[in-house]
Each structure stands twice: as C-alpha cells, then as structure tokens.
C-alpha cells in the first residue's frame, strides 16, 4: 500500500470519527456510499481534493459545509503528524541508517577508548643510558675522571668525534649538588670536589657527537670520609656543643638512596615526546568526544522513544484497530427519573448581579405614602455545567454511557460543556480541543459553571501525604463542584473523607446528580451521609467473583437475573468489548415486553470492571461461552448470526493494520456457524493463514484448534 493510499484511509476514518462527535449522523449507508466513491477515485488524486469531492455527502447548508471543511484541516493535520512520525521507524529507514550510523559509533568509541588508555596510563619510559665507571672520593678532595677513547669508542648511538659536552638539563644539574662541585674540561674529564657529606652522588654529562647525536654519560662518585679528618670534625662539634648546649649526635647516612640517577626519567621522544606536549587539550578533546557519545546515544533513545509513542498513538486510532462504530436500532429507555432531573438542572439560579425591580419600587412607594423606596432583585440565569469525564481506554463503557447522558442534556437545552481526561483531570480535552486545555484554562473559560468531576477523583490526593493536592487551589476556584465516584459506598474510605473537604462526594448515578442539583437550588449541603435513602440507584457494594471457587456463572447469577446474565453473556462471544456492540447484544435481547437498554440495566452492567476496561478475562468468557453452549444454544448462534452481519456490514480497510485481527475473527465465527464444508474448508485455510501472518487467536480459537480431532476432522 502506498503512502498516499494510507494516509488516505487514515484521514477517512477520522474524519468519520471526527464529524460524528461534531452531531453528524451518518449510518452503513453513508459508509458504503463513502467505500464506493473512494475507490473509483485515481490513486494520485491529491488528498486535499477529498474535502471538495466528498464534503456534498454530510453537508446541507453552508454552515455545515464549514464545519465540515473545519473538521477536515483537523483531521487532516493530526494524521500527517502521526504518519509522519511513524514513518521514521519504517524498515526501509532503519535499514539505511544501520550502515552508517554503527559503524559510526563503534569508531566513536574505540577511538574513545584508545585516547583514555593513552592519556590515563602511565607512560613508563626505558633508560638509554652510558655509565661510566665509578670512582672514589674523600671528604673535601677533589678528583679528575676521564673517559679514555676505547671507552668512548664503545659508547652506543653515539658516532665520533665528540663536538660538546654538557650537563644533562633534566637532572637540574649546573656546576655543583649537596655533595659536590664539578666542571667539564675540554678533554672531556669531569673535575669533581667533594664536599663533608657523605653518601653516593652521580654527575649527568650530555655528549654531542657527529650529526648532533647526544648520549648521556652518568658519572657515580663514592663520597668516603676520611679518617684523618675525623679528630677535627669531633672536635669542631664538641665546640658547637658547648656554644650552643646541644647534645653531639653521631653523623649518619641519609636514610634513603641519595644517588639521583636511580631517580632518572629519560627525556620522552616520538609519540610519547607529542602527547606530554599536548595532554591539555588532548584530555579537552576526550571529554567533548565522550559528551558527544553521550549525547548521541541519548538522542537516539529519545527519538526511539517518540517514534514508540507515534506508533502506540497511531495505533489507537481507526484503520489500525477494528472500531465497531454501530447505531442500536433501539433507544436506550431512560425512564421518568431522567425527565425530572433534566428539569432539576434547567431550574434557573439567581445570579450575583441586582437589577431595578419597577414592580416592588411602585407598590414600596405606595405602602410609605408616595415617599419613593428603591427595590432591587437578584437576576436568575439558566445555570451553567462544566463536565469532566474519567475515560480510562476508548472502551470505557461508563465514559461512553456519560458521554451518552451529555448529549441527552445538550438535545434537552441543558446548558454543559463536557470535556474527557485520562486519571489526571490537570489536562482534559474534547472535540474543540483536542490538543487538550489545562484545569486553569478551563477554569477561565468556565468560571461559573458548576463542575461536576466524574471518577473516582484519586489523582487529586497527593500520593505520599495522602491529603489534596497544591494544584486543587485551581479547582476551587469553581464555587460549585461535586465529584461522582463509581466506588460503590460500602468501600468508601479515607480518601472519601479527605476529597469530602474541599468537594462534595456522592456515587456516581442520575438520582445523585438530581440530589445535588436540588441541594444548590435550596442553598443547602449535598451531603450524602444525610441523605442515602434518597439515592437508591447507586452501587453499594462491590461485586467479588471469586474464579478459584468455580461456578463463575452461579456467582453472577447471585447478582444478576436472568436476561442481564444472557447479555453478559453474549458480551463474551466477541473477545473484546465495544459500547456499540454492546449496546446492539442489548437490542438483539429485547424483547417487545423488556427492554433491556435502560438505565438500571445499563447501570448494572457497569458494576462490573470489566466494562470499564474493556476486556473480560479470559476464564470469564471461557465460563460463560460453556453456559451458552449448554444451556442457550440457539442464543448462541443468534449472537454469532448478529456478529457476522456487522463483520460483513462495518470491515475496515483490507490493507489497514486491524485487517488481520478483524478477518480472522470474522473467518472463526462465520466458521462456528456455517454449513457448507467447503466454506469450512477455506475458511480454516484463511484462519490458518492469518495465525501465520502473525494475528493473535483469542482463547476461543485456541480451544476451538486444539479440541480433539474426531473421524469427520479426518
């Protein structure tokens, strides 16, 4: 498929997607007739000539027309964002990356490495020295060595004749040392004076010889004391000793090795000579080498990580999963509690504003004998809601029964505005801002709305101290607000009590809202402690299947009766869970005596967790698919009769990423319910190929290829 071709069914699917939250209603027919003329369009039709060829299907007038265009530049740009940033992590891409970028790093780092062993390691450098014999001397004489021309002959590295001699300038040697004083006669004898130490001395002399070569003779001088001169040294010390009254001590040797050339390091050359030199900006350049490593393998885990987060995004949104988007044939029945709560929310408030009341100043006037008294009242508004809705997944059940009930206000002229957030309602966002607004922008552009907060509302805790929040001052800036919670009462704890401070907290039902919006209308507290008898339609306790006890349909029998268990039931025959699939089961089990699509049913279901996360376990489904084959078989294959309709009647793209998990469900339950064996033959074959290609089987599946083969499998 090419670029243009994904990019392409991408932008349909949202902009369906889009139109529909925006009030468009557009069913299968529009669908099919959208398919239809999309693909007889040319492949290289430019993608924004779609807004002009296909806008005429949703449009009536023109204000639709530039709506429709407006969702259009949306959806069009929120795609390409995504396409863009997935299309980074292409194989073609990485491919053409991998040839130079690793070689590129592996170079990087083994220059790396090399430079730290060389600048690190300590440069140990061998002596290329010339000693020559040692010789003795006695205290204050002085003695002259020569180096006769055999010897000189024999020196290495050294060619004849001798230019120059010198002292070695490394040794920090001039004329004289602690023992010593000496020169270089011009026949290269070294003239040595002792002085009264004693100890071992060594004398460096530099020897330049033809073409500059230069050799280091060392000269060892043995420093003796002499005996003759020993009287008088004594005696000289005792004189000391009685001018200044100190104790004679006897005269020692230095306590470690005095001889300098042990402590020789000859003078470094070649390469070694070069980084002595420069090892100030040699470590600089290792440093800014290792940074830019460093740097580099950051930024390849940060734009790995956001190409991740594109594919993950990308992947949430219509082609790339199977989006059953259905409109139930039945509407949902919402019985006499919602008609009286819809005229408990459009009861008008009084506003903070007085206006001249003309009717009391007249008759005030009248009652005081023509003396004027000035009357004024309170305005009353229609009052305003700001709704923000917890939606877990895109599955969320609850979250679409809220959205539900919003739309029902917004067609009964309910004055609300309803935005969704994701466990943190710092950020919230809807149709119009879909980017999301922060709670402090909302809080500017609802400043008299009354909030109501839908969820549990746990994030506005603080974690480690358990109280609110700092951020929650933004919030109460709104002088109404109440929080609807889906725990059932029973499990109503600390955090309740602690959330309970700076809102008011009530379960999360229709009789609750009403409850609380009759409570501000009479200036009084909406607290529930008070008042439960008055909400009846809240869960109170919480609903424990224990899986290890077995029998998981009886355990929901407890709870449920007969027709709310065969809707779970049919529930899972699908594996996951989807609101308008749900809610069609729900048509497809009512009868023209119950309806199962109400309030208190819906509300039943939504008990369950499940419902909220999309997904029932596998052992769950397993249980109740178990339960239908033995006891509701023709229910069964009515739900599996209803699945296929809507698999042949709402497929997604056959070249989007969710026709794999789409085909292969619809391949598996056409499978359970046809006749024809050759049909069962191909299908297998599909099924088997699509396991191949990398689709996931449900567990359903799984037992269905791993039952044991009989005679007619043969």
Known sequence: MTNQTKIKYALLAE?????????????????????????QLPEKLEIEALKLLLTPIFAQNEQEQEL?????????????????????????????RLPWLLPAIVILLLFSGLLAVILFRPILVEASE???????????????????SS?????????????????????NQTDSSIFARFQINNNLCLFYSAKDSVGLDSVCVEIYGQAEQSVSIYFRAIIENNVADTAQVVNSASIQEREVGRPLFASEGYPIDTDVLSLDIEELTGWRKFFSENIGWLKGLFYVLTAILLLLVLWIRERNRRELIAEKEQGTQPPHIWNIELKSSAPITLGGQFDSLLNSLRQRTTADQLVFDINRTVQSTIQEGGMINFEYSYRTRPPEYLLLIHRQNLDDHRAHWQDYLYHQFLENEVLVERFFYHHDPRLCWNEKYPDGLKIKDLQQLFPESRLLISGDAYSLLNATTGKVSKWIKVVELWKDRAIFTPIPTSDWGRRERVLEESFVVLPSSLQSLQFYVEQLDLGTEASFENWRLRVEDAAT??????KEAGHIVEQFNIHFEEEILKWIAACCVYPSLHWDLTLQLGTLLSTDENNLLTTENINQLLQLPYFESGKIPNDIRSAFLEWLESKHPELLEQVRLELHQIFQQNPPPQDSIAWE?????AAFNELLITTDNKRKQQLEAEIAQDI??????DITLVKYLNRPKSTLDF
């Open 15 to 39: 902009w369906l997607r889009a139109l529909e939250l925006e009030g468009f209603v557009f069913g299968i027919d529009t669908q099919l007739q959208l398919q239809s003329i999309v693909e």
């Open 68 to 96: 429709v265009y407006t969702v259009f530049d949306r959806a069009l740009q929120r795609v390409r964002a995504i396409h863009q940033s997935s299309s980074n992590t292409s194989p073609s891409d990485s491919k053409k």
């Open 130 to 148: 010339f000693t020559a014999p040692s010789f003795a001397v006695n205290i204050n004489l002085s003695d002259t060595i020569c180096l006769d």
């Open 151 to 171: 010897t000189i002959a024999n020196i290495p590295d050294l060619e004849l004749p001798i230019r120059s001699a010198v002292f070695c300038s490394n040794q």
């Open 541 to 546: 306790y919480p609903i424990q299947i224990k």
């Open 661 to 665: 998990d789409y085909h292969l469900n």
């Open 692 to 697: 191949n290609g990398g689709a996931e089987p």
